[in-house]
């Protein structure tokens, strides 16, 4: 899952400063935050490429690319045909990062003697099917070959030339965030090819009239608030926003926010306060989802509980400049907690080569539209979702017109009556859990709650310092694994 701009949890995300910019600048982290952290495992695998069509649906283009895999069969018991083969569903990012962080499925892969296969998502990575040339802003068509059913698609006929080869036995589909609906959705359209799906924090009700649009900043400012009994963590960053535009109404002010925060390019005009405000609530959803019992350096260097950390320095409801300067200590946590930064570049958070980068924008802009929205309830700077200035900024930058409801569609959006063999985790601490499968009375399926969880904890690597919430989960669902694995064989 996902990139360290939360360019709406992914949600399309623009650099301007309409009131839709942070609302999509939240999903992209959703989609890139993965299983990072101190101490982590080395994993071997071999790269591989399988060449696909460039449009499964044509059948009179006949133009294909390489995608490209990772894949270890050294666990495999060569003795027995139907080992079972662990397919991670890849989302917004190179595939290697997440084959590296996904530490829960490799030791399944161990337990259950599987064979692991990390399949990259078209347009992201290597996996390019015009090379250079695929995010020429010049040639739009380009984008027209990216969407979740190209990627299934690419992903079957991948499973498919793996089983004609080698005749494993039942293919288990793992994902994490994005890739956790795409392994749900594999499940759903492909039930003939893959037999069970872990998706860990998936959010796949995350969409236009399933899921309240300001559910995600509700869960964060939760988070913030129950940090500390009183609530004054997420009280003093609500009251932050009108400080930093007062500071930044008179050049004193301005200096004082330059000298406050160590600015690497310091605020000028009114841009540059609006990309510091979007950076912040970017930091706020970061620390929500690594909100990890232990230190992690996959967005920033952070100390185990960094939103605890984070509030630790909001304990008492403070004003002007006492109120900056407990802003700045407490950003020093995600920006700057090694001490090794010169200066805070918040324009970072724009960068277009970070990961998921124009893809995931793309994706955002054709079917993966997942409204965004905040409240005055909630901690941060109130924002509509509106739909229509939505569409114009994708039609402006990527000459692309969303489709609104095109997944609910698909995919049955609440409606998971006829489908089986699908696990649902997400963690209570996880605000894009707001848009997971939390209840339902199909017994074909299953629904995991883990109270101590942050964003899939439950898909990285074991750790000392678990909770017991996580621990209970990941044995559920191994038994799970496991059963499935053996009626398969029966």
């Not at 700045?328 to 958070?349: E, H, P, R």
Request: charged content about 20%; aromatic content about 14%; hydrophobic content about 35%.
């Amino acid at each position: 899952m996902f990139s360290s701009s939360k360019r709406a949890f992914s949600l399309c995300y623009f650099t301007t400063t309409t009131k839709t910019t942070t609302i999509s600048s939240i999903v992209i982290i959703f989609l890139t935050l993965i299983s990072y952290g101190y101490g982590q495992a080395t994993y071997h695998y071999e790269t591989k490429e399988f060449e696909v069509p460039l449009d499964h649906f044509n059948f009179v283009l006949n133009t294909s690319f390489k995608l490209r895999y990772l894949i270890n069969d050294s666990y495999v018991d060569k003795q027995n045909v139907k080992s079972p083969l662990f397919f991670y569903t890849g989302n917004e990012g190179d595939i290697e990062t997440f084959a590296k962080n996904t530490g829960f499925m490799w030791e399944l892969a161990q337990s259950y003697r599987a064979c692991v296969v990390f399949a990259e998502h078209r347009y992201y990575g290597k996996s390019l099917p015009f090379g250079n040339m695929t995010f020429n802003a010049t040639q739009p068509l380009n984008y027209g070959y990216l969407s979740v059913e190209q990627v299934l698609e690419d992903f079957a006929d991948l499973i498919q030339d793996l089983q004609e080869k080698n005749k494993y036995g039942p293919v288990i589909a793992f994902g994490g965030s994005y890739g956790g609906m795409l392994s749900a959705w594999f499940r759903m359209k492909y039930p003939h090819l893959v037999y069970g799906a872990l998706a860990a924090s998936a959010p796949v009700r995350q969409f236009d009239g399933l899921t309240s649009c300001d559910i995600f900043s509700r869960i964060i400012t939760s988070i913030f608030a129950n940090s500390f009994k009183d609530g004054t963590c997420s009280a003093n960053i609500r009251k932050s926003w009108d400080l930093f535009k007062q500071l930044s109404a008179s050049d004193e002010g301005k200096k004082k926010l330059n000298e406050a925060f160590v600015f690497c390019d310091a605020i000028k005009v009114e841009d540059d306060l609006n990309k510091f405000m979007d950076y912040l609530e970017d930091v706020y959803a970061n620390l929500a989802m690594a909100n990890y019992p232990y230190a992690n350096d996959f967005l920033s260097p952070l100390p185990p509980y960094p939103v605890r950390q984070f509030c630790s320095y909001l304990q008492t409801l403070e004003t002007g400049d006492k109120l900056l300067n407990a802003m700045k200590q407490a950003i020093n946590v995600y920006f700057n907690f090694t001490g090794a930064a010169k200066c805070l570049d918040y324009k970072s958070a724009f960068d277009p080569n970070s990961i998921g980068g124009d893809a995931w924008e793309i994706q955002t802009c054709n079917q993966m539209v997942m409204p965004m929205c905040s409240t005055p309830e909630t901690m941060f700077r109130v924002k509509e979702w509106n739909f229509k200035e939505y569409t114009e900024n994708c039609m402006k930058k990527f000459h692309v017109k969303p489709k609104l409801n095109d997944i609910t569609l698909r995919y049955g959006g609440k409606n998971v009556r006829d489908i089986s063999n699908i696990i649902f985790s997400n963690g209570l601490l996880d605000p894009w859990s707001g848009g997971g499968v939390l209840q339902t009375d199909n017994e074909a399926i299953h629904i995991i709650i883990i109270p101590e969880g942050a964003h899939h904890l439950d898909l990285r690597a074991s750790n000392p310092n678990d909770p017991r919430s996580v621990i209970q989960a990941r044995q559920r669902e191994k038994n799970i694994i496991g059963k499935w694995i053996e009626e398969y064989r029966w």
